[in-house]
């Protein structure tokens, strides 16, 4: 048993690998709810607009590739999506195939919230039906080699500007319905704090925090919005503003599409210049944190 090998599933929200998956992806993201052709052709236009597709099934298999070759023979490592192909439950078939028994669960977000890695957990519980034994990572926005490799993305791209000092730092994560504060989630505080320490890490002196890409409901949901920020700021008469999208680990529609292509337009509207931070992608970085998450979950359970 001491040798037995442990699986390891990444696991993301997943995305339409064409403009003719985006309808049946967002029926599976509203819970096969009846969708509306105009929503449905707002997000194919967004898609449009990046490529026709998005890119996370085949960055989330890097990320796999990446963390694969640190950790070793001794874990064998594996892709499930959320909301499309592979599903969770389509890799956890493959997992008990391969005749894996212990499995270290990893959501690509690095933020707690019974909303987001509360599901992705629920999920997998759901799909191995007490055939693994399993565990799941709760958060990892405090791993220092995920931070460090913010960090370095941000020095980086202030250095684009001719005056780093005058541009204004906004860490964006993705909203959540604001009802999760009453209930104590700790989702916000994290994010707080995983911004603080990248900024410490650069030496920034100002930086706010700020959501983006809001559901499509009537329910309030978690501010402010990095739109808003924006707009104040260039009230305030700032002109160069940096995002840093520290709640995703890699290019998708949230980024390409809500930040590249909307907020840069809003930029432009205000007189302003913005810039984004590159997405960690398959960072070796980001690969090491990974990495380091799984042996240390493995090791907790007794299994190394």
Same mark, same amino acid.
């Given at each position: %048993?001491?040798? !037995?090998?442990?699986?390891?599933?990444? %696991?993301?929200?997943?995305?339409?690998?064409?403009?003719? !998956?985006?309808?049946?992806?967002?029926?599976?993201?509203?819970?096969?709810?009846?969708?509306?052709?105009?929503?449905?052709?707002?997000?194919?236009?967004?898609?449009?607009?990046?490529?026709?597709?998005? #890119?996370? @099934?085949?960055?989330?298999?890097?990320?796999?590739?990446?963390?694969?070759?640190?950790?070793?023979?001794?874990?064998?490592?594996?892709?499930? %999506?959320? &909301?499309?192909?592979?599903?969770?439950?389509?890799?956890?078939?493959?997992?008990?195939?391969?005749?894996?028994?212990?499995?270290?669960?990893?959501?690509?977000?690095?933020?707690?919230?019974? $909303?987001?890695?509360?599901?992705?957990?629920?999920?997998?519980? /759901?799909?191995?039906?007490?055939?693994?034994?399993?565990?799941?990572?709760?958060?990892?926005?405090?791993? #220092?080699? *995920?931070?460090?490799?913010?960090?370095? @993305?941000?020095? @980086?791209?202030?250095?684009? *500007? =001719?005056?780093?000092?005058?541009?204004?730092?906004? *860490?964006?994560? &993705?909203?959540?319905?604001?009802?999760?504060?009453?209930?104590?989630? =700790?989702? #916000?505080? /994290?994010? !707080?704090?995983?911004?603080?320490?990248?900024?410490?890490?650069?030496?920034?002196? /100002?930086?706010? $925090?700020?959501?983006?890409?809001?559901?499509?409901?009537?329910? #309030?949901?978690?501010?402010?919005?990095?739109?808003?920020?924006?707009?104040?700021?260039?009230?305030?008469?700032?002109?160069?503003?940096?995002?840093?999208?520290?709640? *995703?680990?890699?290019? &998708?529609?949230?980024?390409?599409?809500?930040?590249?292509?909307?907020? @840069?337009?809003?930029?432009?509207?205000?007189?302003?210049?913005?810039?984004?931070?590159?997405?960690?992608?398959?960072?070796?970085?980001?690969?090491?944190?990974?990495?380091?998450?799984?042996?240390?979950?493995?090791?907790?359970?007794?299994?190394?």
């Amino acid at each position: %048993m001491g040798g !037995e090998r442990i699986a390891v599933l990444l %696991m993301a929200y997943g995305g339409p690998g064409s403009l003719d !998956e985006v309808e049946p992806f967002l029926q599976d993201v509203r819970g096969g709810r009846p969708t509306s052709p105009h929503l449905v052709a707002e997000l194919r236009a967004r898609y449009a607009r990046i490529g026709g597709r998005s #890119p996370i @099934r085949e960055l989330t298999e890097a990320q796999a590739a990446a963390a694969a070759r640190l950790l070793g023979e001794r874990f064998a490592v594996y892709v499930g %999506m959320r &909301h499309w192909h592979p599903y969770i439950a389509e890799a956890v078939a493959r997992i008990a195939a391969a005749g894996h028994r212990r499995v270290v669960g990893i959501v690509l977000a690095p933020h707690y919230s019974a $909303l987001s890695i509360g599901v992705y957990e629920a999920r997998l519980r /759901e799909a191995a039906q007490g055939r693994l034994d399993l565990t799941v990572v709760p958060r990892w926005g405090d791993e #220092p080699a *995920f931070l460090d490799a913010v960090a370095r @993305r941000v020095t @980086r791209a202030l250095d684009r *500007f =001719p005056a780093p000092s005058a541009v204004r730092v906004l *860490f964006t994560a &993705h909203s959540l319905p604001e009802r999760i504060r009453a209930l104590g989630d =700790p989702y #916000p505080s /994290e994010l !707080e704090a995983s911004a603080a320490a990248v900024a410490a890490r650069v030496g920034l002196a /100002e930086w706010r $925090l700020a959501y983006q890409s809001a559901g499509a409901t009537p329910e #309030p949901w978690l501010g402010p919005d990095a739109a808003a920020v924006l707009r104040e700021l260039a009230g305030q008469g700032h002109r160069a503003f940096l995002v840093v999208p520290i709640g *995703f680990v890699c290019d &998708h529609v949230e980024v390409l599409y809500d930040v590249d292509v909307a907020y @840069r337009a809003l930029a432009a509207e205000l007189g302003a210049r913005l810039e984004r931070t590159e997405s960690l992608n398959d960072d070796p970085l980001l690969a090491t944190a990974l990495a380091a998450i799984a042996r240390r979950a493995a090791a907790a359970q007794g299994w190394l």
